[in-house]
């Protein structure tokens, strides 16, 4: 994942204060790893802040899910994240057949390019669409990581370097400034990227959690998930204090259970987070920590994102879900 990011108003009467609220193994394709994710994740809880811990329940409202786009052979055909221009096209990176895809609001297939293991996309302040690169470990050390831009109004879109020289990256998000922010699941550290393409390395530093994944600004907050944490935290870091962060939620509560998190985006006030190992799409208070399962039985989602500009779709209503499995599925709340 996952993710700009994600954000729309809260609809009158749709506070869930008082109810459960609301991006797989991603990039990693080593075997030994990825069995330690299905089995149930592989670090032990960092940091205490006295975050709610739950196994969530299913939510009072449940999601209805349709297919978008038929998958094909689950992990070959793995379609890592998704973000939308807000001009009618919806942006998919394919991480094993090294590509990214544009699709019309009716699922046909618009635009297509290569790019070595595409990994994150956001669409920056400035209009266009920022992807990582080298998201692949198995193909990364020939070519390494980075990322590039691309204009998604081109009639054939060509991306264009931004920044090289970045191993390991997987998560992006872009804050209303236009700095960047990549997660690195098997280092620490989310790296801060300035809109210039230089590297704020104080940034780095200070913001060192260790395996990081999923990312999403939400104002002036970065929330993040890790792929690697038994306990399915959420962590919340000040953009202006990447030292400060507190985590908000654990949302597992049997270490031997991780429901192994992946992207997540802001939605109606919440934050909606996948779990590629649960199959789930989990609403999440970030005020509460109070989760619910507001979707299950998904195929090893990685991504989760709401459809801006995008024909009739509805931001306030629907959400968009990139599978392992190779689908993407719209769910309707």
Not at 82 to 110: I, N, Q
Not at 199 to 205: F, P, S, V
Request: net charge neutral; aromatic share 6%; hydrophobic share 35%.
């Amino acid at each position: 994942m996952t993710e700009l990011s994600s954000r729309t108003g809260r609809r009158p009467g749709r506070r869930p204060g008082r109810r459960p609220v609301r991006s797989a193994a991603r990039t990693v394709t080593s075997a030994g790893l990825l069995s330690a994710l299905l089995v149930g994740g592989v670090q032990a809880p960092a940091q205490a802040s006295g975050a709610t811990r739950a196994a969530s329940a299913p939510c009072a409202e449940q999601g209805r899910v349709e297919v978008f786009r038929k998958g094909g052979v689950p992990l070959l055909d793995w379609r890592e994240n998704l973000e939308f221009d807000g001009r009618g096209t919806l942006w998919v990176t394919h991480l094993m057949e090294h590509r990214v895809e544009g699709y019309a609001p009716d699922g046909t297939l618009r635009a297509s390019f290569p790019l070595n293991g595409p990994g994150g996309i956001e669409r920056g302040p400035d209009g266009m669409m920022y992807v990582n690169y080298g998201a692949n470990p198995l193909t990364s050390v020939l070519t390494g990581g980075g990322v590039v831009r691309f204009d998604p109004t081109a009639a054939e879109p060509k991306p264009e370097k931004f920044a090289d020289g970045l191993s390991g990256i997987n998560g992006l998000a872009v804050d209303a400034d236009g700095n960047f922010y990549l997660s690195r699941e098997l280092s620490a550290g989310i790296i801060k990227i300035r809109p210039d393409g230089t590297r704020d390395e104080a940034w780095t530093r200070a913001a060192d959690l260790f395996g990081t994944n999923g990312l999403e600004i939400v104002g002036d907050q970065l929330y993040s998930t890790s792929i690697i944490d038994a306990t399915s935290s959420i962590v919340r870091t000040p953009l202006n204090n990447p030292a400060g962060r507190t985590t908000i939620a654990r949302l597992t509560p049997n270490l031997l259970d991780s429901k192994v998190l992946d992207g997540l985006t802001s939605f109606d006030g919440d934050l909606l987070v996948v779990g590629f190992r649960s199959g789930e799409l989990i609403r999440v208070d970030p005020a509460t920590g109070r989760s619910c399962v507001l979707v299950s039985g998904l195929h090893m989602p990685s991504s989760v994102r709401v459809p801006r500009g995008f024909g009739d779709h509805d931001p306030r209503r629907e959400l968009f879900v990139a599978e392992t499995s190779g689908r993407i599925v719209k769910v309707t709340v």
